[in-house]
């Protein structure tokens, strides 16, 4: 049984333990972890990943005012932020923004609801800060897709870009000054001119 896990000090990086996590045991690590972000890959291997700076911070905030705008609006389902999810494959990971729906929430327990929740998002957005590497982040998202998610979304502020997942179709690329959802997210535009004053 695992009692203690010494981190090393210079995320990001992968640890691969043997024994591996349980569910419960991984959920308190990433509780407990307040200088990283923890994940973990469908092979029990944890990913530790530093926390954003302030131009990838105030980033996220912008999305995530525009999008809970458009949630409350929209009120058929529930926005969440860094929330831990277990996916089918095993995996555990936390997206920037996720959108579910009111009918997977509602069939949750509250006590469910208070932890890291099991089901797959309708909905995921992903902003790459500097010190992630962008391959990394879209094997993230194929993974995402792979699991269930219906739409993902990449954001690249290097290149200016949202990358776009579906299930069945090609990623895609999009660069204009806004990106409009589709399927769980129909009718949400996010304003991307916004999202790039915040690395002025």
Wanted: charged share 25%; hydrophobic share 40%.
């Amino acid at each position: 049984m695992n009692t203690y896990l010494e981190i090393p000090a210079l995320p990001p990086c992968t640890l691969a333990l043997d024994p591996s996590l349980s569910d419960e045991q991984f959920e308190n690590l990433s509780e407990k972890t307040e200088f990283a972000i923890v994940e973990r890959s469908s092979e029990g291997t944890i990913i530790v990943s530093e926390l954003s700076g302030g131009m990838t911070s105030s980033a996220n905030s912008e999305i995530n005012m525009q999008f809970g705008n458009w949630s409350k609006r929209h009120g058929m389902g529930r926005a969440l932020m860094h929330c831990g999810f277990f996916l089918s494959d095993g995996s555990c990971l936390s997206p920037d923004l996720a959108y579910i729906s009111d009918r997977q929430w509602e069939a949750l327990t509250r006590d469910q609801r208070d932890h890291f929740l099991r089901l797959a998002p309708k909905f995921v957005l992903e902003l790459c800060s500097q010190s992630e590497n962008l391959r990394d982040i879209e094997k993230k998202m194929e993974t995402w897709i792979a699991n269930g998610v219906e739409l993902a979304w990449l954001i690249d502020p290097e290149a200016m870009q949202v990358h776009i997942y579906a299930p069945g179709t090609a990623t895609r690329v999009e660069s204009g000054p806004s990106v409009a959802g589709s399927g769980p997210v129909d009718g949400f535009i996010l304003d991307l001119e916004e999202v790039w004053r915040c690395y002025e």
